[in-house]
């Protein structure tokens, strides 16, 4: 009888202990929203506060395909942002497609536009080089790539709304002066950027920045431009 | 002639002498018969992965073993050579007992001595047979045609002389010898801690010849900057003197445990290399690390009583610590197994040398992704969110929390924890 209530309570007293530690092990979700925590206190994720900076730019959203370019770059050197770089550095590329297809399908609102006053002959200048181009530079129109919407297309060419202007005046820069933040590889982009002119490129990246984020992402290129960005897709071809 | 030194080596022991002639016969076969064997070039690959060589010897991002990864030190950036087989940028004409005498006595094919940056200073224990398998398979790889620019090593650091008195106080040649007093698997342990995996490239020089610490080309410092390789000799460091077997080898094949994680340089030998070692090979790694000597002398550092200032300090660390990283490593830093590395009673936390600690917190990290943590959890930097002085305040707060005891450590620390980049 005695014995009986002590095996009762010893039994009784593990599983206590036991349930206590499943629910220690419980409270952390098994998620992808959960790994990337790291990543979402600079990211913006619907939840932190975006003001902090006017620098870090959205990756919710985009086209999965060039998020994973991206991330194997930053990891490779080929793309150098050093936060990122010691974040991504012992991470096998089947991580990164994980990561990379989580921030893809993440769904949350856009931050309100920028709010920049351009002039109407600005506005003109970069609604002429967004839609039309350049022929004479050969700088096709940037929505013949970025699609019509320019919310992105073919899984690898992103989408140009709702990112901050400082971060595409830095890009395009970079591009241009062939820099370490992404000046180091060239490719379709880079040819692009190359051609433009300090102050296309300040007014471009403003007038995109003050767009309010609508319309899908494309799924048709001109084969003179797939042929034109062949590395960006070999790249990411490859990856899969 | 090379067969011929193997097997005298083999038959160094009378007791074996039967089975050596048994060995020497087979061994002169398959010398005849010339290319290796699917088998052996599987082992051979093996062992480049317990040795690493394709970690170093690949950019990132670029073709297996065409080396150009660079690797800054200290003493200057070194990058690797190509030893894919191709003949006029790699190893192509290389010989067997070229590749042994790079391995061996660290100096390549035209004779001049390599810089300890290559871990022949560890290699130099590897058997002949391992060696040979490696160099094998090594030729079988493709060749590929790939200059990679200069090392970038600047005087005095780059001077033939002292290179040479390195060399004579630091370099000690010599196949791993078999402790007959110990087990089979104990030898296996220690033949591959000690040779092919270069554990102590990293782990000892900085500890054991750390008084050494300023000479030229000090081994530890040469892996990696700014970061600190905790003794494998210390419990109160990286000894596991008083792990179980099972989380030695949980924390070495899955960069995860339940004590600590492996972090920065450390995170990248479990991803490159440990991850791929066989079941029995880090079960042995294990059964020799737990049975090293705590050599550490036990300090017995007496803290003084805090001032109420150093708990003014505290309690600032305090509030830091609730706001930023509770969430995670919970109320009273207990962490979640496998998941958030628990702070209390860790033994990065309380490290004498908190420079490890210090770079975890500015940039964060993930351990290493592996088969058995193919998507580990991550630590945020806190770099651009938290000032320095909330960041020396947290980091005092922890080493002196939930029975903690550390040093505190100061804004000055923390910036000099900083730092280079990697």
Known sequence: ?240 | MSHYYVSSALCSVRKYVIGCLVLLVLFTVRVHAASPTDQSLAEGEYLTRVGNCLGCHTAKGGIPFAGGRQLTTAFGTFVTPNITPDKETGIGRWTEEDFWLAMHEGKSRDGRMLYPAFPYTEFTKITRADAKLIFEYLQSIPAVSQVNPAHAIPFPYNSKPLLFGWRKLFFKQGIYETDPTQSEEWNRGAYLVQGLGHCDACHTARNEVGAKKDAALGGGQMMSSNWYAPSLYSRKEAGVMDWNLEDIIELLSSGVSKHANASGPMATVVQQSLQYWSPQDVRAMAVYLKSLPDKAVEANIRYPEMSENAKRYLAQGKKVYEKHCQDCHGEIGQGVPGIYPPLANNRSVTLPVPLNLIRVILNGGYPPTTYLNPQPYGMPPFQQLLRDEEIAQVISYIRNAWGNRGGLVTIVDVDQGRGSGH
């Not at chain 1, 870090?56 to 370019?69: D, M």
């Not at chain 1, 970079?174 to 190359?194: E, F, P, Y």
Request: contains cysteine.
């Open chain 1, 1 to 240: 009888m005695c014995m009986k209530l002590l095996i009762l309570i010893v039994l009784f007293f593990f599983t206590l202990n036991v349930s206590a530690e499943l629910s220690s092990h419980g409270m952390v979700p098994d998620t992808m929203a959960e790994r990337v925590k790291a990543c979402t206190i600079c990211h913006y994720h619907g939840d932190n506060n975006q003001e902090r900076s006017s620098y870090y730019p959205r990756i919710a959203g985009k086209l999965e395909g060039y998020l994973v370019n991206q991330l194997r770059h930053f990891r490779d050197g080929r793309r150098y942002h050093q936060a990122m770089a010691l974040l991504l550095e012992n991470m096998s590329d089947d991580y990164l497609q994980a990561i990379a297809h989580y921030f893809s399908k993440l769904d949350i609102p856009y931050p309100p536009p920028e709010s920049i006053d351009l002039k109407p002959n600005e506005i003109e200048l970069a609604k002429k080089l967004i839609r039309l181009g350049d022929p004479q530079r050969d700088i096709p129109a940037c929505s013949a790539c970025h699609g019509d919407s320019l919310m992105g297309n073919m899984s690898y060419i992103p989408g140009l709304l709702g990112l901050p202007s400082a971060y595409l005046t830095a890009q395009l820069s970079d591009w241009r002066s062939g820099s370490l933040i992404r000046g180091q590889v060239t490719n379709c982009m880079s040819a692009i950027a190359k051609q433009l002119s300090y102050d296309e490129i300040i007014v471009v990246s403003r007038w995109l920045a003050t767009q309010t984020v609508e319309g899908e992402t494309q799924k048709t290129l001109s084969p003179d431009l797939v042929k034109r960005c062949q590395s960006i897709f070999l790249e990411g071809v490859a990856q899969e």
